[in-house]
Each structure stands twice: as structure tokens, then as C-alpha cells.
């Protein structure tokens, strides 16, 4: 199915579900910023057309809903700070520039936490995620919802990577971010922290072998002219977080407060369908390229798993223990381990 096509559907059957009510008394004249890292072609953006054509159901056009594109209104994490200080309404923003708030968010930078994209749903939009939602407010944040980043995989101009004995040696460049580095140095690789700007170049010229993303960033990135090799390592999920100031928040009725929920997920279910979509369409993009894709074996996976569980003992203690035991949980209950 097209992508046009699965958005349309999406937003037909999740705005019927959403039930346009008209705007009431409990319902203001209100201006809504909400602040994007990515561009408005990202999967985001038709999330976001998504909650605007729900919300304009909901208050009967009562809200005028204005999204800013490409840090226009500053990167994801100067966006939040004005979220808390109540300059500014809400953000969608991945949860890892924001860890260094909110450390709990950590959680979701560990190795290899869920198998696929039905398991990222059922945590996050579960008690899980509930449990992480309920946090947000001591930090003067509210989470609407949680859309979704996608998962991240390898590529490289060595070899395929189908066990966990195919990392050893490789000049992997990572994300700043201790648990990243952490997971690559564990897996055997050499892991190179760098600013996103500096990989393609480093790829082409061989200062280093591997790197990290997910299909659309690869894909966009042209990173297959300088890389021949892609591996279904699904090694992180990361979910972008619709963030509200509490500050504000707390001036809505709770008819407005619920408008609010009820569309972010109304523009959820759209996002998703919409970031799964293009995610295929670019591996088909970047094979059709020349780039040679592999999946991995359950056993594969399973002793790469274990390979990395050092991780998540390392970095429990900053995460907070008891929320990595909760996530653990939660997989374990919903695997029927």
C-alpha cells in the first residue's frame, strides 16, 4: 500500500474513532508552537497534519495549531528547557537529547530492548509507557504520546553482519552517547563517537567501516554510494515523545487537556503506519542502490542479546535500577518468558 494511501486511511479511521465533538465552553481561543528537530517530509509531519485536522474537529477551529520545522525554534533540547520554563507549548522530540533531564529516558537507549515494532508498541503505549509518562510532570513536562523514531541498523563496507563475532574489529562511528559507545566497545567494534556530519565523508575516505541508523536516514543520506553492506541489527528503538509544558497544561479545562491526548494519538497511529511505510520503501531504495541487506538468526540474536547484557548493568545505576527492572519485566511478561 501506498504511503498516501495507508496516511489517508490512518486519519480516517482514527479521526471516526476520535469522535469530533464541537467546541464548548470549556473550550478557548488558543495558539499552540510545536517545535520538530526533523522536517516537515519526516513520517512527523503527517502525524502532525494528523492531530491538526483533529484537533480543528475537536474545538471547532477554535485552536490554531502551528508546527516549526528543522530546530527552527531551537534543537530538541533547547525546545524542552522553554517547555519547562512555559515559553513555549509543546515539542516532539526523540527521548535521547533529553536524558540529560530526565535520566529514566536512558531506558530506551539500551541494547537491543525490543524485538520489533509490535513489542515497541505494547510498552509504550502500555503501563510502561504510562509509568514513564507519569514521571514527565516532576520535570515540568506533560507526554501526550509516544510516536515513533524506528529502529537502527548497521551498515559497513566489510562484511555482512550476521553473528556477534562479525562486529569484532569493525570502526563503527556512534552517537554521542555513553550507552551507544558502551554497547559497540562491548560487541567488539571500535566505537567512534562523531558528529552526524562528518560520517558520510569519513565512510568515503575509510577512516571508518560502519555506521548506525535507521532505513530512512540511511537511504536519505546516500550513505550506500560509500557503504555496501546493510544488516537488519535492529540494535535500538528510539520513540519520539509529544511533550507539553505543564506549565501551560495547567491553564486548559480538562476538556482541552483531553483534545489534546485524544489527538496526539489520533496523530500516533498515523505517524507509525507512515514511519513503517517509508522505512520499507528506503530499503527497497538502498538495495535497489547496490547495497547487499541480510537479516539475522533468532540464535543470532539471542547471543548477541547476551553479549550486551553488561550493558544494562553498567548504566542501571544512572538510568535508575528500578525502571530497567521494570522494563525487563514488562518484555519478559509480554514474551511469556
Known amino acids: 500500500m501506498k504511503l498516501k494511501s495507508i496516511f489517508a486511511a490512518g486519519l480516517a479511521a482514527s479521526l471516526?474513532?476520535?469522535?469530533?465533538?464541537?467546541?464548548?465552553?470549556?473550550?478557548?481561543?488558543?495558539?499552540?508552537?510545536?517545535?520538530?528537530?526533523v522536517a516537515e517530509t519526516h513520517p512527523v509531519g503527517?502525524?502532525?497534519?494528523?492531530?491538526?485536522?483533529?484537533?480543528?474537529?475537536?474545538?471547532?477551529?477554535?485552536?490554531?495549531?502551528?508546527?516549526f520545522w528543522s530546530s527552527a525554534l531551537g534543537d530538541d533540547l533547547q525546545a524542552t528547557q522553554a517547555l519547562r520554563s512555559g515559553t513555549q507549548e509543546m515539542v516532539v522530540t526523540s527521548s535521547s537529547p533529553i536524558v540529560s533531564i530526565v535520566p529514566a529516558?536512558?531506558?530506551?537507549?539500551?541494547?537491543?530492548?525490543?524485538?520489533?515494532?509490535?513489542?515497541?508498541d505494547a510498552i509504550l503505549d502500555g503501563e510502561f509507557g504510562d509509568y514513564i509518562s507519569d514521571m514527565m510532570p516532576e520535570y515540568g513536562l506533560v507526554n501526550l504520546a509516544f510516536w515513533e523514531n524506528g529502529f537502527r541498523n548497521l551498515t559497513n563496507s566489510v562484511r555482512?553482519?550476521?553473528?556477534?563475532?562479525?562486529?569484532?574489529?569493525?570502526?563503527?562511528?556512534?552517537?554521542?552517547?555513553?550507552?551507544?559507545i558502551d554497547t559497540?566497545?562491548?560487541?567488539?567494534?571500535?566505537?567512534?563517537?562523531?558528529?552526524?556530519?562528518?560520517v558520510f565523508t569519513a565512510l568515503e575516505t575509510r577512516a571508518i567501516d560502519a555506521q548506525e541508523n535507521p532505513y530512512v536516514t540511511i537511504d536519505t543520506s546516500k550513505f550506500y554510494?560509500?557503504?555496501?553492506?546493510v544488516s537488519a541489527t535492529r540494535h535500538a528503538y528510539t520513540p519520539f515523545m509529544i511533550l507539553f509544558s505543564r506549565a501551560?497544561?495547567?491553564?486548559?479545562?480538562?476538556e482541552e487537556q483531553q483534545i489534546l491526548r485524544d489527538c496526539a494519538v489520533v496523530g500516533?497511529?498515523?505517524?507509525?503506519?507512515?514511519?513503517?511505510?517509508?522505512?520499507?520503501?528506503?530499503?527497497a531504495r538502498i538495495t535497489a542502490e547496490g547495497m547487499q541487506a541480510n537479516e539475522l538468526s533468532a540464535e543470532a540474536m539471542a547471543e548477541i542479546r547476551e553479549a550486551v547484557q553488561g550493558v544494562y548493568e553498567r548504566h542501571a545505576e544512572t538510568i535508575g535500577a528500578d525502571v530497567v527492572e521494570r522494563m525487563q519485566a514488562a518484555l519478559a511478561e509480554l514474551r511469556g518468558e
Not at 471516526?16 to 528537530?37: C, E, F, H, K
Not at 503527517?46 to 508546527?67: H, K, S
Not at 554510494?225 to 553492506?229: M, W
Open 16 to 37: 471516526v474513532a476520535s469522535i469530533a465533538l464541537p467546541a464548548s465552553a470549556q473550550v478557548s481561543q488558543r495558539t499552540i508552537r510545536v517545535s520538530n528537530g
Open 46 to 67: 503527517n502525524g502532525i497534519a494528523a492531530m491538526r485536522e483533529c484537533i480543528d474537529e475537536r474545538t471547532g477551529g477554535a485552536w490554531t495549531f502551528n508546527a
Open 105 to 120: 529516558l536512558g531506558v530506551f537507549d539500551l541494547p537491543f530492548l525490543f524485538a520489533n515494532e509490535a513489542e515497541a
Open 160 to 180: 555482512p553482519v550476521e553473528s556477534l563475532e562479525d562486529f569484532r574489529g569493525m570502526r563503527v562511528r556512534v552517537m554521542q552517547n555513553n550507552i551507544f
Open 184 to 198: 559497540f566497545q562491548t560487541l567488539g567494534t571500535n566505537a567512534m563517537p562523531m558528529a552526524f556530519g562528518e
Open 225 to 229: 554510494e560509500v557503504q555496501e553492506y
Open 248 to 254: 501551560i497544561w495547567e491553564t486548559y479545562s480538562e
Open 268 to 283: 500516533r497511529d498515523v505517524q507509525r503506519a507512515a514511519s513503517r511505510a517509508l522505512s520499507n520503501e528506503s530499503l
